[in-house]
């Protein structure tokens, strides 16, 4: 898999080596990114065509085993709304510059697991005994945010651990077959599976203690944001819509369930400790100066910058609230 840093370079090359300067034209289809294993309400608005109906053009929805996969795919003009991508592979993007923008959190929910193999004995009270083993994660995504910070928050120096770099799925085989010592993962069936293997080092409750929570964004290349703003309004309307809609009524949590792949009990635990704000509580609560949303970016964007890449001194200007309004 070719890195962001790359595929913005070739991207850039070919638009510019093919003097690219069309007028702009308004798309006859939509292409989101979402996840499998991610139970989100506006899964019954996909399910029944309210997303098509509203913009009155066809939604093609793909699915992605991790956001860094989004951001490649939007940079190649595959996919154009990038629906519940990670903070962290957004934030890894943008600090290489690539030319995409969050145009709001799609949700908050309880940091991403960290699960060490069955008969470890390893717990948070000698989390230092992970020194030196191996550990799965997905890379550039907010399990890897999760991982960083949790490992801080233990005191583990993770330069002395063996990191793999594998989709959740991959991650939680590799820790039932004795690969790795700790997985780090999302995804509702992933993490099942990864319990049957071992335990969650630390809880939902000690990483809020600590701190750590997580956010995810829905993102969309400023090319697309520019050119279609009608199109990419009616989505923010259609999904803000269904998270009122859901709030308050969850009978039609059977879509969800089947739109995101999982059964009814691991749908109901995913989605328990998850928030997803109105329009009106992100412009207020998140996106206010000084707002959850503000700590957050500036926080992921120095966990995750590099000699390269470094952080951005402001991130305002990869956040376009209008869509909001």
Known sequence: MKSVKT????????????GISAPAQAADELNVAFFLEWATPNM??????MYDDALGVPVNWTNFDAGTQMTEAMLSGDIDISYSQGLAPFI?????????????IAMTYPSNPCVVKAGSDITMDNASELEGKSVAVPLATMADYSFRMQMRAMDVDISTMTIVDQVPADGAVSLA???VDMV??????????????????????????????????????????????????????????????????????????????????????QMVDMV?????????EYFAE???ADQAFAI????????DNPARADYSDVIDTSFLK
Do not use: R
């Open 7 to 18: 595929v913005i370079k070739t991207v850039t090359a070919v638009a510019v080596a093919a």
């Open 44 to 49: 019954i608005a996909k399910a029944e065509g």
């Open 92 to 104: 890894t993007a943008v600090n290489a510059n690539a030319p995409i923008k969050t145009i709001a």
């Open 177 to 179: 077959d004795g690969s």
């Open 184 to 269: 780090c993962l999302f995804g509702g069936d992933s993490i099942k599976k990864a319990l049957e293997s071992g335990t969650q080092i630390m809880s939902n409750e000690d990483m809020a203690t600590a701190g750590i929570v997580a956010f995810d964004v829905v993102s969309v290349t400023e090319k697309f944001a520019q050119e279609n703003p009608d199109i990419v309004q009616g989505f923010m309307d259609v999904t803000n819509e269904i998270n009122m809609s859901f709030a308050k009524d969850q009978s039609k949590i059977a879509l969800i369930e089947k739109e995101s792949g999982m059964d009814s009990e691991t749908t109901a635990n």
């Open 276 to 284: 997803f704000p109105t329009n009106a509580e992100q412009l207020s």
């Open 290 to 292: 000084g707002g959850l």
């Open 300 to 307: 992921v964007g120095g966990a995750f910058a590099t000699d």
